[in-house]
């Protein structure tokens, strides 16, 4: 008897922490990768929304009415920031609740620039593709959701300990797969500049990228300069993304010209297969180790 008093006093006093009574916080975030993390982070108290649908490239995202109007219910708006996801700032002006908190998720990281001559001198926005960046990614979520409700505090910050432990395991499996590519064989040829820190962190270089933004077009000089470059590796790997169609084209020509192979690598979605963070993260290891080893 004692013990059925004293659940229903706790199921009581749970219901009373709750921050709105049946409500989860509504988080909207830009891209699919974030919205995994947030829902990491905010388990079944939050109901996260992703503008961005998963396998469409976000550096092309024109936002919608549809957008605008998701943007306006939000309790919380998280970006990456650094350049990626600027847009989001015009629809949270033109939203009708411009007090709602924007988190941009890499506020506290250090820009990657490259030195690239031939390129504009622009930072590499894409911070989550190494693991570090991504526990900095996790702990503003997480400081931005206990803001936000206070009473779930030891909610997410539960969460989000067992989560960040998680992403040190599979960093550390990580490390101890790609041990296994030797170092003349560690360059990443990309089409687009979306891999330094996933390079810095892991040891790879990835000097030989043909566009700096999906959007642009190689010039027949950028793509005779990466055939010079295939030709002289032992490894002729290439690496495309799921999301950009048009720059499949132009690797699949180049591997074809080469004789070498081209890969797949997730950078900017998630997509049906490859889930959440942690999926991505192993799916582009596994293939980092099958092409270059
Ligand atoms: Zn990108």
């Given at each position: 008897?004692k013990?059925?008093?004293?659940?229903?006093?706790v199921?009581a006093?749970?219901?009373?922490?709750r921050p709105?009574y049946?409500?989860?916080?509504q988080?909207v975030t830009?891209?699919?990768?974030?919205?995994?993390l947030v829902?990491?982070?905010?388990?079944?108290?939050?109901?996260v929304?992703?503008l961005?649908?998963?396998?469409?490239?976000?550096?092309?995202?024109?936002?919608t009415?549809?957008?605008?109007?998701?943007?306006?219910?939000?309790?919380l708006l998280?970006?990456?920031?650094?350049?990626?996801d600027?847009w989001?700032?015009?629809?949270v002006?033109?939203?009708?609740?411009?007090d709602?908190?924007?988190?941009?998720?890499?506020?506290d990281?250090a820009?990657l620039?490259?030195?690239?001559?031939?390129?504009h001198?622009?930072?590499?926005?894409h911070?989550w593709?190494?693991v570090p960046?991504a526990?900095s990614?996790?702990?503003q979520?997480?400081?931005?959701?206990?803001?936000?409700?206070?009473?779930?505090?030891l909610?997410?910050?539960?969460?989000?300990?067992?989560?960040?432990?998680?992403l040190?395991?599979?960093e550390?499996w990580?490390?101890?797969?790609?041990?296994r590519?030797?170092?003349?064989?560690?360059?990443i040829?990309?089409?687009?500049n979306?891999?330094?820190?996933?390079?810095?962190?892991?040891g790879f270089?990835v000097?030989?990228?043909?566009?700096?933004?999906?959007?642009?077009?190689?010039?027949?000089?950028d793509?005779a300069r990466?055939?010079?470059l295939l030709?002289?590796?032992?490894t002729?790997?290439l690496?495309?993304?799921p999301?950009l169609?048009?720059?499949?084209?132009?690797?699949n020509a180049?591997a074809q010209e080469?004789?070498?192979?081209?890969y797949?690598?997730?950078?900017?979605s998630l997509s049906?297969?490859?889930?959440?963070y942690?999926?991505?993260?192993r799916?582009n290891t596994?293939t980092l180790?099958?092409?270059l080893?």
């Amino acid at each position: 008897m004692k013990k059925i008093l004293l659940w229903t006093i706790v199921a009581a006093l749970l219901s009373l922490t709750r921050p709105v009574y049946g409500r989860e916080l509504q988080v909207v975030t830009t891209f699919s990768i974030l919205e995994d993390l947030v829902q990491q982070v905010g388990g079944e108290r939050v109901q996260v929304t992703s503008l961005i649908a998963r396998g469409a490239d976000p550096h092309v995202w024109e936002p919608t009415p549809r957008d605008a109007r998701i943007v306006a219910q939000a309790d919380l708006l998280v970006a990456n920031g650094g350049g990626f996801d600027d847009w989001l700032l015009g629809l949270v002006k033109n939203a009708a609740r411009t007090d709602t908190p924007l988190v941009l998720a890499s506020q506290d990281l250090a820009v990657l620039e490259h030195d690239h001559d031939h390129h504009h001198h622009e930072g590499d926005p894409h911070f989550w593709l190494s693991v570090p960046n991504a526990i900095s990614y996790v702990e503003q979520i997480t400081k931005a959701l206990t803001l936000l409700s206070p009473d779930d505090a030891l909610y997410f910050q539960e969460r989000s300990r067992e989560y960040v432990q998680g992403l040190l395991e599979l960093e550390e499996w990580m490390i101890s797969e790609l041990a296994r590519i030797p170092k003349e064989n560690r360059v990443i040829v990309t089409y687009h500049n979306a891999f330094s820190y996933l390079a810095e962190r892991y040891g790879f270089d990835v000097a030989e990228f043909l566009v700096e933004n999906p959007e642009a077009e190689p010039s027949p000089r950028d793509l005779a300069r990466l055939v010079d470059l295939l030709k002289r590796m032992n490894t002729r790997a290439l690496f495309t993304e799921p999301q950009l169609s048009g720059g499949t084209r132009y690797m699949n020509a180049l591997a074809q010209e080469v004789g070498g192979k081209v890969y797949t690598l997730y950078s900017d979605s998630l997509s049906a297969d490859v889930t959440s963070y942690v999926e991505l993260m192993r799916y582009n290891t596994r293939t980092l180790v099958e092409a270059l080893e």
